[in-house]
């Protein structure tokens, strides 16, 4: 009877201790996601900081900053991958960028206009726009994937910044979007714009004449040389009756665009 009593003692011992530890578990489990949570939301606060947006709804920048090995890793959360915002901030960051190139370049066709704003959202520019973030520090995402340099690479910057772009639009509205992505890309434009100064003297000198006189620039051979077997055209561009630049050159089209710049040169002179 004795060893019956003590074994059940001990079997009840056993037991208290097993739901202590058990408790004990779940106390630090909750204790940790406590800690977890706190952390997050002080980490957002901090990038609500970088981005100079206050959220209305933090929980979108939540989900912004998620990255879907996050969600692989601890499958009981209630979370959502950037992936749904990414998809929305390309669109967004594409109409502003379009709208953006179509108010600076009044005299570019649409090909031309596509070419520039596949150069201003490729990759490399959207991963160096995070880079300045510091963007990966920001990110929820698994343990794998940090050890992998996920926090560096190219692709989780390049998706980051489109999904960061998605949740401002839902919060905040196109105006602070575009005020946002001008911040954000105001130096590749102005970049843009000189070079485009540079390439492109025929449709600068266009655009201003265009302003100006509400006319348009008229390119006329007024000479043909040969020498040697090889041509050079001189060519005036003309403002209504008067020759506003000459250029000579092996073709046409090099005669016609140092004929612009040598115009560029007498208006800015003037």
């Known amino acids: 009877m004795k060893s019956?009593?003590?074994?059940?003692?001990?079997?009840?011992d056993w037991a208290k201790r097993k739901s202590r530890s058990t408790i004990n578990i779940q106390k630090n489990k909750t204790l940790q996601s406590e800690a977890r949570f706190a952390h997050r939301k002080r980490r957002i606060k901090d990038f609500e900081r970088?981005?100079?947006?206050?959220?209305?709804?933090q929980a979108l920048l939540?989900?912004?900053?998620?990255?879907?090995?996050?969600i692989n890793e601890n499958p009981g959360t209630n979370l959502s991958s950037y992936q749904r915002l990414e998809f929305l901030g390309d669109a967004?960051?594409?109409?502003?960028?379009?709208?953006?190139?179509?108010?600076?370049?009044?005299?570019?066709?649409?090909?031309e206009l596509t070419k520039l704003r596949a150069e201003l959202v490729q990759s490399q520019s959207l991963a160096d726009i995070g880079s300045a973030l510091s963007l990966g520090a920001y990110l929820d995402m698994g343990k794998g994937e940090e050890a992998n340099g996920g926090r560096t690479r190219r692709s989780n910057l390049e998706d980051s910044v489109e999904a960061v772009l998605g949740a401002i639009y839902l919060d905040q509205g196109i105006d602070i979007t575009r005020r946002i992505v001008l911040e954000w890309m105001g130096d590749r434009l102005k970049?843009?714009?000189?070079?485009?100064e540079i390439r492109h003297p025929k449709s600068l000198l266009q655009e201003i004449v265009q302003a100006r006189e509400g006319k348009t620039p008229k390119y006329q051979v007024s000479s043909v040389c040969e020498l040697g077997g090889t041509?050079?055209?001189?060519?005036d561009v003309m403002i209504g009756n008067l020759v506003m630049g000459t250029g000579a050159?092996?073709?046409k089209s090099e005669a016609e665009k140092l004929a612009a710049s040598h115009a560029l040169e007498q208006i800015y002179d003037a």
């Open 4 to 12: 019956v009593l003590k074994f059940v003692a001990a079997q009840v």
């Open 249 to 251: 050159g092996a073709s």
């Open 62 to 70: 939540h989900e912004a900053l998620t990255h879907s090995s996050f």
């Open 50 to 57: 970088v981005l100079g947006v206050e959220f209305k709804d």
């Open 92 to 111: 967004v960051l594409g109409s502003i960028v379009a709208l953006e190139l179509f108010q600076s370049f009044p005299s570019l066709g649409p090909g």
């Open 231 to 235: 041509q050079t055209y001189t060519i």
């Open 191 to 196: 970049t843009l714009e000189f070079q485009r």
